[in-house]
């Protein structure tokens, strides 16, 4: 076997086709990836929960299978970490949250079946902020999480401890979440690559908010191809959830593939910040400078921007009405309130303070909204815009409090150009576009068409195949 690292860090591809092939066993696989958790978590606190003995176990039973000829599936033998919101059969899952911090679900969710049906292996929990609230991962349980390319610096929210277990080479594969960026902005952060996909994409169960289009789950992963195989897995109708989508006839892997073979003449709509808020210059910089690579493919790349003028107000309105309802009951509990995230606290609390007239003006405004995408999307296949308008910020830090001098007036302020994308319901992805002087990753999101995942991802891996450094590794000491 090559070294820890260079194993560690081999795309989920080739560690499924190794493992089918016999030339490594799950067992090899689980346990070198273990041994580079132990020697690198403690650095930046990508897992809460190792997840050692049932990983163990999960691939020795995986073994028996191949011994047996048994089909095994796509991702067989790759080790993957979820999210610790999202609920583990037997594995502990806290929500970030000291309220549920020896709480070991009966049950996994919906996405967890998958990725076992698939055969992958659970490694553990990834840290996340309580109840995935914010863009910085942090909690009074676990402290907060650092991006591997520089760990005195947080590694964004709220699926950072996915992000950063990714691209420190402690897991193939991660599953995350997202409401207004938090599978984006941890990517970015990272220098990895996460897709929030379209509502109903990814099924989402069991979920208090059967009907929430809002908060997704996602994949993430170093490169668009082991995040294509990925969502082939987690994609697809399931009858307990009421706004799950019905596939197509072709795998997403499989047109990502043939996409990747044609002439990629995509028209593409480039936007500084979507005149929301304002981009650090150097950020801005080198997402401008990596669009060129899109010219360079053939494609026709237009300035121009859909109307967001409201966004702030609907986005805050949309999520004070999702906190009430989630946290509406829990308001009564002195137990709640004195350990529960203040901002948690206080955005459920503006959802039960809004009239009704402010509900129905924010879903009137992004039904108009809706409109206007789908006009924008009749001139043009995708927009691209920089995920995050800043560079990664200290780790302790909750959230930015102003970019270029201009002050942020809430700790949502600075993810608008990840919640435009969340309020109208469009796929969207981040992937590394650069770095910055320092050595932080840069991450340039693409928007597509309402459904239109495969187009994204064949956009996003025609752009990553021209990046010369798409596998570069952070500079961890190991």
């Known amino acids: 076997m090559s070294s820890i690292k260079d194993f560690c860090y081999m795309p989920a591809t080739v560690i499924a086709d190794r493992v089918k092939t016999k030339k490594v066993s799950p ?60 609920l583990t059969k037997g594995i502990r899952t806290t929500f970030g949250s000291l309220l549920y911090k020896d709480y070991v679900p009966q049950i996994d969710s919906l996405v967890v079946e998958r990725l076992k049906a698939a055969g992958a292996i659970i490694m553990g929990k990834t840290n996340t902020p309580e109840f995935a609230a914010g863009g910085s991962t942090y909690n009074d349980l676990f402290g907060p999480t650092r991006t591997p390319w520089n760990t005195a610096y947080n590694s964004g929210g709220s699926s950072g401890g996915s992000a950063a277990a990714v691209a420190a080479g402690l897991c193939a594969l991660a599953e995350g979440n997202d409401l207004g960026g938090s599978l984006r902005i941890p990517a970015s952060f990272c220098g990895i690559v ?24 996602g994949p993430m992963a170093r490169n668009v191809e082991d995040l294509a195989l990925m969502f082939d897995v987690l994609a697809g109708p399931d009858r307990r959830s009421p706004v799950a989508l019905m596939p197509g006839e072709e795998s997403f892997h499989e ?45 026709t790349v237009i300035e121009d921007c859909p109307d967001y003028s409201g966004l702030q107000e609907t986005a805050a309105v949309l999520r004070g009405v999702r906190y009430a309802a989630l946290y509406q009951d829990e308001l009564e509990k002195p137990e709640f309130l004195e350990l529960v995230n203040p901002n948690v606290i206080s955005n459920a609390r503006q959802g039960l303070a809004l009239s009704a007239a402010a509900i129905a003006k924010a879903d009137q405004y992004r039904s108009r909204l809706w409109q206007q995408m789908l006009s924008f999307f009749e001139r043009y296949d995708l927009i691209a815009v920089p995920t995050v308008p800043i560079k990664p910020f200290p780790a302790d830090t909750a959230y930015p409090t102003s970019i270029n001098g201009q002050e942020m007036k809430s700790y949502i302020d600075w993810i608008m150009l990840t919640y435009a994308f969340s309020v109208t319901g469009l796929p969207a992805i981040s992937i590394p576009c650069g770095w910055t002087k320092e050595g932080f990753p840069v991450g340039l999101q693409l928007a597509g068409k309402p459904g239109g ?26």
Not at 207 to 216: G, H, P, Q, V
Not at 458 to 464: H, L, N
């Open 194 to 217: 996460g897709m929030r996909p379209s509502p109903g994409r990814i099924p989402f169960y069991p979920n208090d908010l059967y009907w929430d289009t809002m908060s997704l789950e």
């Open 27 to 86: 067992t090899e696989v689980v346990k070198t990836f273990l041994e580079r958790i132990d020697m690198i978590n403690p650095l930046i606190n990508a897992y809460c929960t190792v997840a050692e003995e049932s990983a163990l176990r999960a691939a020795r039973e995986l073994e028996e299978k191949i011994k047996a000829k048994i089909p095994i599936g796509s991702l067989a033998g790759v080790p993957v970490s979820i999210k610790d919101v999202t």
């Open 453 to 478: 995942e495969r187009e994204l991802l064949i956009a996003a891996a025609c752009f990553e195949s021209r990046q010369s450094w798409h596998d570069r590794r952070p500079p961890l000491n190991d």
């Open 255 to 299: 047109s990502l593939k043939m996409g990747l073979g044609s002439k990629c003449s995509f028209k593409v709509a480039w936007s500084d910040n979507l005149n929301l808020t304002p981009v650090d210059h150097e950020v801005l910089q080198v997402a401008r400078r990596s669009i060129k690579t899109f010219e360079q493919l053939g494609c």
